[in-house]
């Protein structure tokens, strides 16, 4: 029996394990580094543990020392949840070896298919299909690449240690060969300690499809049918769904027992998951066994309505499968969006800071938000950069996509850059919508999903009135604070700035957003015994009313009314910045008086500072050496993203401020460019993903 739980992990993960051990009467247990000190997984648990230092090395990954406080604390069972030790066999074989059950299959599972080339050996002797390729131990370059030349271009270079994207490169012609074999082993050595590699062949229209299996120490096993993981950017999901869109009853039975069958061959116990490729004429292939559950297992559950840890819980303690195959039934449609702190339009480039607003979507049946942060807490540089998981259902398709892009545009954070509008354009293009899905989906349709976002009339006739507002009830919130015997603080007509007897009060405000500038003159006037605004825009009036407020919920809200339109913004104010937020409303601006003076914004000067705070991987010139246009000139490592730092115009590099390991903040100077006289220069940091799944 478990009785007490430890959870091996953080974020929301953590949460999650929790949630349900809590609903089974298990005690729970948190571990904890510098940064999660007051981590919202930490609140959760009953009891709670500190590892060490917030890199996940001298914390999360310090799996003796997780054993040794597990021992500690009388623990009966460590769940390791996704990551860091989930899918260490070393780790589960400690576990073994001091009477405390791993939540997970035996190693001697994990390590068969910790190995990609051992895991698709076992795989080719079990009769489950797999994609063309070389999986053998010589990694000699001149082996691979004539491997990859017999099998024909495009290949697909993979870590055999590796996961969720670290270590992969996709090769589209023989010169591309050697350069993309040397950066992949570069990255997978530095995320696992082994560059082992893999090539396969590599499909041009493909779908990645993954089935759930659960499997007991009783020899049963059983599918939960599968989920559609196709929507992906440098081999990382954005949004999942179940079950996959256009998938015939016989594949899907053929897949669900071919992913048995893998389990099988492994003597598996517990959740995994076994991913295929899928190609058009429904000839699907075997990728890879994850011996864990999946970040995605959410959809899963919405679709069966099955609780995935608590049957991981149940099997841990020696028990028969919940149910047999017979007994699970699929209803309905679920999506999966990831929340992450990120650029889109900068190469998806890892954001940190603090959330000064979150506000998510109202939880209900059919909306879950899984996540391990609350409003007030930062998103660190140490670790994956995901904020929530955001997962809608509904009896069909059509119903859960309109579901989900309804609960996109309720979820409001601010403080980071996100990822929310990227998942709205996906959620709301039309080729997603008719589920034409391939794992290049957002190489194809790139241009619809990064085009510029242009003004709409809404914008004009409904949110620059809004901000208006917004910044004349800040400007009183504040003004009220300071004479606390006012009855009502918060309403923008009561005890208005700069009021003048026998006249109407007149003034312009500046507001910029995105570099723009818009004039907009207001008028406080009094109609009615009550106080509005007359705000002018291009020569059109707007009455304007309205209070800010704190909703039920805690979050800061304007209350307004335009021109007789009701409506509620969430916003937030941070060091003289605002955003505001609405269903079809996202706008960050700043008020700046007029007169101020040109914007300099169009300075051209190399850019070589560090886009975050980071480390040093390889400097790929020596000093003075002349470089190229374009040519990458330093690599540096940050949220286990690599980005390249790139030569904007010809000249030469004079020398460089730190070395390869040497840590460096965000905004340090990298290096000393002098670039070749009349050649134009840009800035340019290119981003690829190193980072797990």
């Not at 000190?37 to 230092?53: C, F, I, N, Q, S």
């Not at 993981?229 to 440098?234: A, D, E, L, P, Y």
């Not at 999966?336 to 607003?357: Q, V």
């Amino acid at each position: 029996m478990i009785n007490k739980l430890l959870i091996a992990n953080r974020g929301e993960i953590a949460c999650r394990v929790i949630k349900t051990a809590n609903a089974l009467g298990i005690k729970t247990v948190a571990v904890y580094s510098d940064a999660d000190t007051h981590a919202r997984h930490v609140k959760m648990a009953d009891e709670a543990v500190y590892l060490g230092p917030s890199p996940s090395k001298e914390s999360y990954l310090r799996g003796e020392l997780i054993i040794e406080k597990a021992k500690q604390l009388g623990v009966d069972a460590i769940h390791p949840g996704y990551g860091f030790l989930s899918e260490n066999a070393g780790f589960a074989k400690q576990c073994a070896d001091n009477d405390i059950i791993f939540v997970g299959p035996p190693a001697s599972a994990i390590e068969a298919m910790g190995s990609k080339s051992a895991a698709k050996h076992i795989m080719e002797q079990a009769g489950v299909p797999l994609v063309p390729g070389y999986h053998g131990d010589d990694q000699n370059e001149v082996v691979l690449k004539a491997a990859a030349d017999e099998m024909g271009y495009p290949v697909l270079l993979k870590a055999a240690a590796g996961g969720g994207g670290k270590g992969m490169r996709q090769v589209w012609s023989e010169k591309e060969f050697s350069q993309a074999l040397s950066a992949a082993k570069r990255e997978s050595m530095a995320s696992f300690g082994d560059d082992h590699m893999l090539v396969e062949k590599y499909l041009t229209r493909p779908r990645h499809v993954e089935i759930q299996v659960f499997c007991d120490t009783h020899g049963n096993g059983v599918y939960l049918f599968e989920r559609d993981c196709s929507v992906q950017r440098r081999h990382q999901k954005i949004i999942e769904e179940a079950p996959a869109p256009n998938m015939s009853q016989d594949v899907r039975e053929k897949m669900g027992e071919a992913a048995i069958l893998a389990a099988q061959a492994i003597n598996y116990v517990g959740a995994g998951t076994v991913e295929f490729l899928l190609d058009e004429d429904g000839s699907f292939y075997f990728m890879e066994m994850n011996t864990r559950l999946q970040v995605e297992h959410p959809v899963t559950e919405m679709i069966t309505g099955e609780d995935l840890v608590q049957w991981q819980l149940t099997i841990a303690e020696g028990k028969p499968l919940p149910k047999q195959q017979t007994e699970l039934t699929l209803k309905g449609h679920a999506f999966e969006a990831r929340i992450y702190a990120e650029d889109p339009n900068n190469e998806f480039l890892p954001s940190t800071g603090t959330l000064h607003l979150l506000k998510p979507p109202v939880e209900s049946d059919v909306v879950r938000v899984d996540t391990g942060v609350e409003q007030g807490d930062d998103v660190s540089v140490f670790y994956d950069p995901m904020v929530a998981k955001l997962v809608v259902w509904g009896e069909t398709r059509e119903v859960a996509l309109k579901r989900l892009l309804h609960a996109l545009g309720d979820y409001h954070i601010e403080g980071v850059s996100t990822n929310i509008a990227f998942l709205k354009r996906v959620a709301s293009n039309a080729a997603f919508a008719k589920a034409e899905l391939t794992t290049t989906f957002v190489e194809k349709h790139h241009d619809a999903l990064f085009a510029p976002v242009e003004q709409s009339e809404q914008f004009t006739h409904l949110t620059l009135p809004a901000m208006a507002l917004l910044t004349l009830a800040y400007r009183q919130r504040i003004k009220n604070a300071a004479h606390s015997n006012r009855s009502n603080p918060l309403s923008v007509w009561r005890n208005t700035g700069a009021w003048r007897a026998n006249s109407h009060h007149c003034e312009t405000l500046s507001l910029t957003v995105d570099d723009t500038s818009h004039d907009v003159t207001v008028k406080h006037v009094e109609t009615a015994g009550n106080m509005t605004w007359q705000v002018t825009i291009d020569g059109r009036c707007y009455n304007v009313c309205g209070e800010i407020a704190v909703s039920d919920r805690g979050v800061q809200v304007l209350n307004a009314v335009i021109d007789g339109y009701k409506t509620v913004y969430s916003y937030a104010h941070n060091d003289g910045q605002f955003t505001l937020f609405g269903n079809e409303t996202h706008a960050t601006f700043n008020v700046v008086a007029p007169s101020l003076g040109e914007d300099n914004s169009a300075d051209h000067d190399a850019n070589f500072n560090a886009p975050m705070n980071g480390t040093i991987v390889a400097l790929l010139v020596e000093p003075g050496q002349p470089v190229e246009k374009g040519q990458p000139i330093l690599i540096m490592e940050a949220m286990k993203m690599e980005h390249s730092i790139i030569a904007p115009q010809s000249g030469t590099v004079e020398s460089f401020f730190y070395q390869a390991g040497e840590l460096v903040d965000g905004g340090a100077t990298l290096l000393e460019f002098s670039a070749t006289p009349n050649d134009l220069d840009s800035d340019g940091i290119n981003s690829r993903n190193s980072g797990e799944e």
